[in-house]
């Protein structure tokens, strides 16, 4: 889903009224709304899937009600919780000239949260974990074979997939690849460990 000539931007974020200045950081949810539909729509596609069986005897009216969820969730997630929640917002333009661009934007430029940290945490934790659900999905009807729930699950996996994409790439910076990221990671991690050993010796 996200292809094409990613010619990312770093970018001041959002419209004037967006900039009301900084918050403490608080525990409390400022967005109860955006928290609560952040994990509604994907939380209630996941038991749609599940509990399907029992709702309804109709193949067709479990998949559309659980793609309608999915889409509910790729839209709500991408254009408003990201941006209330953690100060995140990525999207894809194409230029005059016909090439597609990807930008992914945090409000402070450097992908730090903007909300509280009950919000940050309840926006990752619904990020992560519902891809990685319907990743299991997958898995489970290859080995069951169960064909028909297949487009299912692997739009599932598309749209979820795609908003996690792109708000680790908001807040990691746009112009960071996850090359780069698992580079300079495994080399830290083999800096600490030479370290370490030296310390001992």
């Known amino acids: 889903m996200l292809t094409g000539d990613t010619n990312e931007e770093d970018v001041s974020l959002f419209d004037a009224e967006e900039d009301t200045g900084r918050r403490?950081?608080?525990?409390?949810?400022?967005?109860?709304?955006?928290?609560f539909?952040?994990?509604?729509?994907?939380?209630?596609?996941?038991?749609?899937?599940l509990l399907c069986g029992i709702l309804s005897s109709s193949f067709i009216a479990?998949?559309?009600?659980?793609?309608?969820?999915?889409?509910?969730?790729?839209?709500?997630?991408?254009?408003?919780?990201?941006r209330l929640m953690v100060g995140l917002r990525w999207w894809n333009q194409v230029d005059d000239d016909g090439q597609s661009r990807w930008v992914f934007e945090s409000r402070d430029g450097t992908g730090k949260q903007q909300g509280s940290d009950s919000e940050s945490r309840i926006f990752w934790l619904g990020?992560?974990?519902?891809?990685?659900?319907?990743?299991?999905f997958v898995f489970s009807n290859l080995f069951a074979f169960r064909v028909k729930w297949l487009p299912v699950v692997i739009m599932g996996v598309v749209l979820q997939g795609a908003n996690l994409y792109g708000y680790v790439r908001c807040k990691?910076?746009?112009?960071?690849?996850?090359?780069?990221?698992?580079?300079?990671?495994?080399?830290?991690?083999?800096i600490k460990q030479t370290l370490s050993k030296e310390e001992e010796s």
């Open 172 to 190: 990691v910076g746009g112009k960071t690849s996850f090359k780069n990221m698992a580079t300079n990671y495994f080399g830290r991690q083999f």
């Open 127 to 136: 990020l992560i974990c519902c891809p990685i659900i319907w990743v299991i």
């Open 37 to 49: 539909f952040h994990l509604f729509f994907r939380v209630s596609a996941i038991l749609v899937y």
């Open 24 to 35: 403490s950081k608080k525990s409390n949810i400022k967005h109860p709304v955006a928290s």
């Open 62 to 82: 479990c998949m559309v009600t659980i793609i309608l969820l999915l889409s509910c969730d790729f839209w709500t997630v991408k254009n408003i919780s990201g």
